[in-house]
């Protein structure tokens, strides 16, 4: 083999990737350190927004030891509350949902699959917007519950139940994809090793914690990474559900914007 074909062969992985990290440099790379060298700038909107200037730990320092703490140390630990309440109820769900469809003696699990999947197929501004719709205070729930005696509830009003709302909605728009996960990595599992632990006295409830948990845990691992970073930037869910509301923390110097309890961090 001589030298240029071994140069080939070395270079040729990094052109077929080449266009996507441009891609990725155009999409992702360049904004995100743009947004990092605005943050040591006064920039801001209307203020500063075409004339602005280096103000070097100005920001960091305002927001660690000024008024504004209290608004961010709140947003940023509901933001975390949210995106691992997202991660573990879809999870959760989702697993339950793939141990019962990989059952064997199930019957219609075709049908069932498509059912479970409906809600990922359907655009998520879509159901947002349903549920927020479904969850106001003349919705179809409050009408249940009114016609049973339970009375209205302040879904998207009251700070609590709006929390548990948008964390309801994401787990709606979540849980199938983490099913579906959890049912490929099921099936991907011997049946022998079920064979085998059976035969060795070991219950259903052994065999999960010491067979399909541990099993699961290196197909899951990269998809909770990814689930937990997407939630945390999940801004679009909650603007749509409840526009960060109900309203009542405090207003963020040189905005004229409130600050509800169900706001995030985004980027």
Not at 36 to 51: D, K, L, Q, V
Not at 77 to 91: E, K, M, P, R, Y
Not at 153 to 159: G, H, N, Q, R
Request: proline share 5%; with cysteine; hydrophobic share 50%.
């Amino acid at each position: 083999m001589d030298k240029s074909t071994s140069f080939r062969e070395k270079i040729d992985p990094y052109l077929y990737i080449f266009p996507a990290l441009i891609f990725m440099a155009a999409l992702t790379i360049f904004p995100n350190l743009y947004s990092f060298y605005i943050s040591f700038t006064n920039y801001s909107f209307p203020y500063h927004y075409e004339e602005y200037k280096f103000v070097g730990l100005a920001n960091y320092y305002d927001i660690l030891t000024g008024s504004e703490i209290k608004v961010f140390l709140g947003i940023f630990i509901w933001t975390v509350i949210w995106a691992i309440g997202s991660v573990l109820s879809q999870v959760a769900l989702g697993l339950i949902l793939a141990l019962i469809l990989n059952q064997k003696k199930l019957g219609g699990v075709k049908i069932y699959r498509t059912l479970f999947i409906i809600p990922w197929a359907i655009p998520a501004f879509i159901s947002v917007l349903m549920w927020g719709g479904i969850l106001n205070s003349d919705g179809y729930v409050n009408t249940i519950f009114i016609a049973i005696g339970i009375g209205k509830i302040k879904w998207l009003t009251d700070p609590t139940w709006a929390k548990f709302s948008v964390l309801l909605v994401n787990l709606w728009l979540g849980f199938p994809f983490m099913m579906s996960v959890c049912l490929g990595a099921l099936q991907s599992i011997p049946g022998d090793v079920y064979e085998a632990a059976s035969v060795d006295g070991a219950t259903k409830i052994q065999q999960f914690f010491k067979i399909t948990l541990p099993l699961l845990r290196t197909a899951m691992l990269p998809v909770l990474l990814t689930s937990f970073a997407f939630n945390f930037n999940n801004f679009t869910g909650i603007y749509l559900l409840t526009q960060g509301g109900p309203p009542g923390r405090s207003r963020w110097r040189h905005s004229s914007r409130c600050y509800g309890y169900t706001h995030i961090l985004h980027i």
